[in-house]
Structure formats: C-alpha cells, structure tokens
C-alpha cells in the first residue's frame, strides 16, 4: 500500500489511540509569576497574579507534563511578525461575548486565561504586553429587544453593538502599532474582529480554524445563533449586515467597504457544516481544508497549502488567524458549546498555530468559544490548558 493510501488509516489509528490515553492524564491550569512583569501593561485586576512559575505542570503518572515558556531563537524572531516595529507590542483585547450561542459561560473565558498566566507567559516569550481589560457588552444592551427575532439573528442589538465595540478596539490596537489578540467570548465576535482588520488592513488574509464554517446569514441559519455567522455577515455580496438591527454601524461611510472577498479566507479543520453553508463555500469557491483533508495530506500538508494560497500574489500580505478551541477534538477541549467528534489533535492543533508564525505574517489572532460550564473541573482545566498553549504558540513560543 502507497504512503498516500496509508495516511487516512494512520491518521484514524492516531485519533483512537489518542482518544483512549488521554482521559488517564491528569493536567493543572498553570499558575503565575507572583507580580506582573515590568513589561505589563494591565488594567485587569486579579489575584491569580501571585502565585508560581509560568510553566505547567500535571501528574501523568510517568513524571510531570511540563511546557516551558521559551521565544523564539533571536535569529528567528527578527523574521516574525514583520508588521510590527521592535519592541513589540501585543494588545490583549477581552471580549466576554455569550450572546451570540444559547450556553451561559462563554464569557468567563478572557478571565481563565488571564488567571492562567497568559499576560506573564507572553511576557516571558519577549512581548511587551497592553491589557486594558474586558470589554463591556452589557452597557451596550438595548431595553425591549424584539425585532431581532424577526431577523432569525438572536440577540442581534448586543451582538452587533459589542461587535462595533470589538471592531474599534481592533483598529486603535493597529493604530498602535500593537498585535490584536482577540480573547473571546463566542464567536460571534468575529464579525467586529473582521470589520476592524479589514478596515485598518483591507489586504488581510484570514485563516478560521472551526469546525464549523459560520458563514450562515440571517436567510439562511437553521438556529438564528450569531455565533454562526460572523463570517456571512462579513463575505462580499452575501448579504447586507446593516439592515439587522445593532449592526447597522457596518453601513457607515467609514465600514461600508470593510468586506471580506472570498479568496482571502481559508477554513482548516471543518467537520460540521450546515447544508446551505456547504453551498455558499460551493458557490463562492471558498478553499477549505475539512478534517478529511488532514487526514490525507497531514497538518503540514494543509497549512502549506493555507499559506501558499493566501500568500501567492502578495507575500508580504498580513494574516489573521481565528481559532475557536472547538476545532480541537473534544477528548482534549471538552468545555466548549458545539463540540464535535473527530478533530484535531494536540500537536495539530498546536502546529496550526506554529505554521502561521512561521511564516513572517501573522499580524492578529482570536481565540473563542471556552466555556467552564459545559465541561467538570478536570475539563475545564484541560481545555484552559490548551487555549493558553495554543494563544502561546501564536505568539512565538518555541521548542527549539
């Protein structure tokens, strides 16, 4: 049998083996260096921020798993992150977004990520760090909201006004000449992270790590859920955000032309696509890579093909990465609200993120959708665990 014919099999005997070893470990949410960094910039208040070494830890019953915080070798750096002038700056932008999917707890996720380490980890990896707290969606929701429902887009008035929110933040981040990490929330807000890059950075490539494709509209959404949309509300010509009510900033003079065109958005990683979502990709001839794809060509294969395709005709072009931890199986991101069978792998997930860096462009990143109440402790600390691994990984951290 040819190597190729062997992958797909390789790759489902991976998937077991790794789904029967993994409940045995035992993992820890990692604590903090007591103090914040002297390059830390924080407006966010916690008492997580006193405790130990920023590096995890976890009984494995064979020693301790350990994932030590190291940058990237100084050769390497100069050549990352090219969009951004030294010493560089990463703007932690929380968005504790819940409205957008039906689970209460979405937006506890910013905070569990702080309260891992995040701003020292990313600190100890050479960042200087800009945290000025969470967003406030609340303060943004309107009295008596019925219309929406009208619309088939629940929740429409707080979803859209935080996403305008999320969108303003993005582009002062830029302005700044800071890297925007988006901490999420649902993904609902993907919608204000894709208005505030394109407006600031029209030539954007985007890579959306899901295992879904969220490019339902209004029209066509089975749920009404935002959360499956943000990509829809933002492709070119494939509807007119502006007429649903909290969105309609998104026709303003200044927004109007902030639209994504479909060659420059790649999926990695789908495996729960509605049917009329698979005829818009269809239609829009949007490149995807679905589970079946890494399967066949391996997580190296498709982040090659990822990136020679949205860098071909402009390899100095900036890319934003969007990861909702459902991407990752769920034997390994149990708290999270759509979560499906199948997914990624530890390392996949982490080379995803790796790859993108690699590659000199990566100038914005999000990750969403961590929820606490949908899994027990250990689950919960699991995928924390893994969300901080991931964010860390798109910011540089290195084995070598």
């Not at 790759?11 to 007591?34: D, E, H």
């Not at 305008?164 to 000449?177: C, D, H, P, R």
């Not at 009329?276 to 997580?299: A, C, H, P």
């Not at 999270?336 to 860096?357: D, F, I, N, P, Q």
Request: hydrophobic share 40%; aromatic share 4%.
């Amino acid at each position: 049998m040819t190597p190729t014919a062997l992958a797909p099999i390789m790759a489902n005997t991976r998937r077991i083996a790794t789904a029967k070893i993994l409940p045995t470990l035992c993992r820890s949410i990692p604590i903090v260096a007591g103090g914040c960094h002297q390059q830390v910039v924080s407006n966010y208040v916690s008492t997580a921020y006193t405790h130990s070494p920023a590096t995890t830890k976890g009984g494995a019953g064979c020693g301790n798993v350990h994932d030590q915080m190291l940058p990237t070798s100084q050769e390497e750096a100069v050549q990352l992150y090219k969009h951004l002038t030294r010493p560089k700056t990463v703007s932690i932008i929380g968005a504790p977004m819940t409205y957008g999917q039906p689970y209460v707890g979405t937006d506890h996720g910013p905070k569990l990520l702080r309260e891992a380490g995040l701003l020292e980890h990313l600190a100890s990896i050479g960042w200087r760090v800009h945290d000025s707290g969470d967003l406030e969606f609340l303060d943004r929701a309107p009295q008596g909201e019925t219309v929406s429902e009208l619309l088939n887009a629940k929740n429409s008035q707080i979803v859209g006004r935080g996403c305008e929110l999320v969108a303003g933040a993005v582009m002062e981040a830029i302005k700044g000449n800071r890297f925007p990490l988006i901490l999420g929330g649902d993904h609902s807000i993907g919608a204000g992270t894709l208005a505030g890059l394109l407006s600031a950075r029209p030539n954007t490539g985007i890579i959306w790590v899901d295992a879904h494709a969220d490019i339902n509209t209004p029209d066509i959404s089975e749920s009404g859920n935002m959360h499956g949309m943000p990509v829809g509300l933002m492709l070119k010509g494939l509807t007119n955000p502006s007429v649903i009510p909290g969105f309609e900033w998104l026709g303003s003079a200044s927004m109007e032309q902030a639209r994504l065109n479909p060659d420059s958005i790649v999926y990695v990683g789908l495996r729960d696509v509605d049917p009329k979502e698979r005829l818009v990709l269809r239609q829009n001839k949007i490149k995807t890579f679905t589970m079946y794809d890494i399967d066949k060509y391996g997580i190296g294969g498709v982040m090659e093909q990822t990136l020679d395709y949205l860098l071909c005709k402009d390899s100095e072009r900036p890319l934003h990465l969007s990861y909702d931890i459902d991407a990752v199986d769920p034997i390994l991101a149990p708290a999270t609200g759509t979560a499906v069978r199948g997914g990624l792998t530890y390392r996949e997930a982490h080379y995803v993120a790796e790859a993108v860096v690699r590659s000199g462009n990566l100038a914005s990143a999000e990750i969403v959708e961590l929820n606490p109440t949908l899994s027990d402790g250990d689950g919960t600390s699991d995928t924390v665990e893994l969300g901080l691994g991931i964010v860390t990984s798109m910011m540089g951290k290195s084995i070598i």
